[in-house]
């Protein structure tokens, strides 16, 4: 049924019954709402229990609240911590966000780190983060892509976001952060 909406509300875009503009404009201030409405995320173990791998990500309270405090963080500009559990989508949430920033902000960069590369990007990796974002990409609509295109924009460990000048970037290993600049750091 989400994906439904989903259609009904690309057919508005599409016919000008909504103005897209507008839209964007709303979701640059509003980044909970944008993951919500267009995101997806995806779990393997779905099928098992009858239900598709790919899913629209349509975020519970507790995740809203968390991408209120990173972009509090953000503007505040002051570090953060999050406590990690599984199966909360922080990982996707993250990625979801860093996405989402580089789509509505000019000159926007995130950084993701960990101790393993494997763990930041691997092109057949589910788990890496950057297998994550490509996929985010991939299924939305083409009016909130920006021209984004895997195959040119996504080489190993960056993912370029041309129509605004911004870009998400990995790093692995012991000194994770150092000597780059970006607007937000994900270890």
């Not at 995130?110 to 985010?136: C, I, Q």
Request: proline residues 5%; charged residues 25%; glycine residues 10%.
């Amino acid at each position: 049924s989400v994906f439904r909406e989903r259609a009904d509300w690309l057919g508005k875009i599409r016919s000008g019954q909504v103005d897209l503009a507008k839209l964007k404009a709303y979701y640059r201030d509003h980044i909970a709402d944008f993951i919500s409405d267009w995101g997806i995320t995806f779990d393997p173990r779905n099928p098992e229990v009858g239900l598709p791998s790919l899913m629209p990500f349509v975020l519970f309270p507790r995740q809203r609240e968390w991408v209120k405090w990173v972009l509090k963080h953000w503007h505040d500009q002051t570090p953060g911590l999050a406590e990690k559990s599984r199966d909360c989508g922080l990982s996707w949430l993250s990625v979801g966000v860093a996405c989402s920033m580089c789509l509505f902000y000019e000159g926007f960069s995130v950084g993701f780190g960990s101790r393993k590369e494997e763990y930041v990007d691997r092109v057949d990796l589910p788990k890496s983060l950057f297998y994550k974002a490509r996929m985010f990409m991939r299924y939305l609509p083409p009016e909130f892509r920006g021209g984004f295109d895997a195959a040119r924009d996504a080489p190993h460990m960056r993912l370029n976001f041309r129509s605004t000048g911004s870009n998400i970037s990995g790093e692995a290993g012991d000194n994770i952060g150092r000597g780059d600049r970006t607007s937000i750091y994900f270890v």
